[in-house]
């Protein structure tokens, strides 16, 4: 048994976390129609105390498949 703890291949590194603005840039959308789609689920975020966080790997998925849809 390692004494050291886990090893560092078996840890996961931190998704990166997206403010509303960072977004709203990304989607070239309003800040307030982020949050507004986001309090709907129709954009994949959640609350992070009172202001609203989003992963990039959700963003990204969400832009693919509404990009795919017909």
Do not use: C
């Amino acid at each position: 048994m390692d004494p050291t703890g886990p090893q560092q291949s078996q840890s996961r590194q931190p998704l990166p976390l997206l403010t509303a603005k960072q977004v709203a840039d990304l989607l070239q959308w309003n800040p307030y129609t982020v949050i507004k789609k986001a309090e709907k689920a129709e954009l994949p975020g959640f609350k992070l105390g009172r202001e609203w966080r989003f992963r990039q790997e959700d963003i990204v998925r969400w832009i693919d498949e509404k990009r795919h849809q017909k």
